[in-house]
């Protein structure tokens, strides 16, 4: 149903979770699913390659355990590592006779703290030496070139930092794809400024291993108050690591770091075409407040969106984030575009099997709407990136067992006669106003009833 947001702009009212239980007898429920239903999902599983996930026999396990795309990530590991790995992964593609999506995840906008590193024998690049941080700790972030890291300094690769805070911000330094089961995340809260020093103290203790990023909460509870960095959407490495993968493999999806304006996504679409890479899709990744408010314009470009969960968490108070992931997915299924989440099973870095909150977590967003899961620190690094396939997958294919679809193909009808009579009557309105205009807007349909009748009939997927 339409309706007027807070702003006073037409919104749409939508309901997020659809399922149904044809018995409500618990015997029927806890009877163990069945094993016999093959990898396949509904909800798409994209699987971060790294040390723990680049060999061929562990890329022929998750794929037998039903993983359909896998993720090249930018923003750490050298180019011929991914290059190796993507090898790896057509390898076990052959092997197996199951056919991958492949997608890059930009480095973008990210900062970082800049520690020297070793590389392992495997060619992944490590930081040796963790970090100890205590809680009341004075720590100094610096954006001078001249100085290395050190146990209570911190310098930041981007050279603007320091103009971008004030006293009472918090900043939070986390380890690269930080997970609940790691100690690595560290809040500081910014005591002053001096030329290109940061003086701040922890808020908590941390042990700061492996690399180091570097996020500018935003101080604002409802709007958007903080500067934001002037780094480039596709860094210079972005465009050469594309153009490169590009050229060797068939790269199916680009995750846009950091996509803040609908302009990002443009400029994300040229470059691609530019390269030749016009049937490479650009997914938004939402990873900010800025992200947030400008999301319909996002949206209406990209093909499709990844709620960054991890980075939104900060930018987002705890008590709204459901919330927010709620409207995000709506939003999605509305137009018809995929939507994955991040974030979902941290505790399988280090144990074989999840939490309850995790497994309960994964089954509401799929009920939701959720098209799909995005697995970071678990496949990459984790100890156990087979079982958190499997696992994963098996809750996807439980929850999918309840999932009420002709209700939600009926809503979504609803939905697009609604917005298709705001359309018409905002064009008669227009017609009406300058009849003196021979190409003032007509009233006529959008399509929009038709489109999503083609894209969400039940079984058409």
Known sequence: MAGKSKSGGVTYRTKAKQHFFRSLDLNDVITPADDDQGAFTGTKLVCSLGPSSHTVPVLEAMLNAGMVAARIDLTWGGLDFHRKSLQALNEAMTNTKKLCAITLDTLGREMMVRRPCVFGEDGWPLHPDPVEVQAGQIVMLTTRQDVEAHDNVFPVTYPH?????????????????????????LYLEVLETDDQDIKCQAQNSATM???MTVFHMERSNDSLLNLQNNLPLLSDYDQEAIKALGAEFEIDFVNLAFTRTREDVQEARTFLDSIGLTGCRVLAKIETRQSLLNFRGILSLADGVIVSRGNIGLDVAPEKMALVQKQLISN????????????VVDSMVTNPRPTRAEATDIANAVLDGTDGI?????????????EAVSTIAQICRVAESVYDHASHYDHLMQ?????????????????????????????????TTTGHKVAFAPGSG
């Open 332 to 343: 999605c299924n509305l137009l018809g575009k995929p939507v994955l989440i991040t974030r």
């Open 161 to 185: 930092l320091h103009m971008m805070v004030e006293p009472g911000d918090t900043i939070y330094i986390g380890r690269y794809l930080v997970s609940g089961s790691d100690s690595a995340s």
């Open 415 to 447: 939905a697009a006669q609604e917005m298709e009579f705001v359309v018409q009557s905002a064009a008669q309105q227009a017609a009406a106003a300058a009849p003196q205009q021979p190409h003032a807007l007509a009233p006529g349909g959008t399509g």
């Open 209 to 211: 291993d492996g690399l």
């Open 374 to 386: 995005l697995l970071g620190a678990e496949t990459l690094r984790g100890a156990y990136p087979v």
